[in-house]
């Protein structure tokens, strides 16, 4: 039903000039005693009628007076809409409570928070942060992928809640760190392979028999995907390359870096790559004795900023 719409030209009672601002009454003595009043004054404007049916409408238009075409009664439909004017019907706040599984939502002044079934309060609105993890280094299972393509499980990553629901490059990401220690071989590729709760598993070519990695994760899985909130950007190092420094400045609009790390490695890529990362900068390295300390095929360092 639309929403009703009171009159809003109302007018007073306008004496003529010649009233002197006094009203005029004509009083007669009826049979019975009483006595009868008849207004004698003369009007330039007669004013409306305000009594009870007026008050009566515009209690009522009060009460009613969100418009009830502008209700949203549809679930998907006010997930759709982004328009000014629109309210929520009880159905779909209700489906949005019974999808929410038991979190709430509080206000603490100007700020908002959504509490789970942790019990803690998470602030709306925060970017989220990330934790490292080093799993330290573990030995190759020797052509587990293929000949020269060697595995590597660490299964230290089970410390990490839910790891095996999270996303490689978005909830976590790898660093390869300290793996020219134990090479048997100059021409090394490392890359991520899959992980599950119990364990990451990971692969090089060519016969790296120790390898050491970090894994960069989301803390807090209740707030959002980081990609609600961060961007990333690629930068591929190319063969021969001893020291790369990556600004802030090189990031189109990157107003601070929140955090860097490898997600890639070439056919060669050489093994003793080293990521390190502040606010405003980026350097990768090649500290390795080998191959003049330079990167030996391409790599992929991929940066999160906001």
């Known amino acids: 039903m639309a929403k009703q719409v009171l009159p809003t030209n109302f007018m007073d009672d306008i004496l003529n000039e010649s009233m002197n601002g006094k009203r005029r009454w004509i009083i007669t003595q009826n049979d019975d005693g009483t006595y009868t009043f008849e207004d004698a004054t003369t009007y330039d404007q007669l004013g409306n009628t305000f009594g009870q049916a007026q008050v009566n409408e515009m209690n009522k238009a009060i009460n009613e007076s969100v418009d009830q075409a502008r209700v949203i009664d549809d679930y998907k439909t006010l997930a759709a809409v982004n328009q000014n004017g629109f309210v929520p019907g009880a159905k779909p706040v209700a489906q949005l409570i ?48 293929g000949q020269w393509h060697h595995g590597y499980h660490f299964t230290k990553v089970s410390e990490i809640p839910n790891f095996g629901s999270m996303v490689h490059g978005k909830d976590f ?24 709760n119990s364990e990451l598993v990971m692969t090089s070519v060519n016969g790296l028999k120790g390898l050491y990695v970090k894994v960069y994760y989301i803390n807090n899985r209740a707030i ?21 420094n990556i600004l802030l400045a090189d990031i189109p609009d990157a ?14 890529g050489w093994n003793a790559l080293n990521v ?31």
């Open 224 to 244: 959002p995907a980081p990609s609600s909130f961060l961007k990333s950007i690629d930068f591929t190092i190319a063969s021969g390359t001893a020291t790369k």
């Open 173 to 196: 990401f790898i660093e390869v760190y300290n793996g020219g220690t134990n090479q048997l071989n100059a021409g090394i590729g490392v890359s991520y392979v899959k992980h599950s």
């Open 98 to 145: 019974s999808d929410l599984g038991g979190c709430s939502l509080e206000q603490d002044g100007v700020d908002f928070y959504i509490v789970g079934a942790d019990a803690v309060r998470k602030k709306l609105g925060e970017t989220p942060e990330y934790s490292v993890l080093d799993c330290g280094g573990v030995d190759f299972k020797e052509h587990e992928f």
């Open 276 to 306: 390190t990362y502040t606010t405003e900068s980026v350097t990768i390295t090649f500290s390795t004795s080998n191959n003049s300390g330079n990167a030996y095929g391409s790599e992929i360092v991929r940066v999160w900023y906001r």
């Open 255 to 268: 107003g601070e870096i929140v955090c860097a790390g490898l997600v890639s490695r070439g056919w060669e």
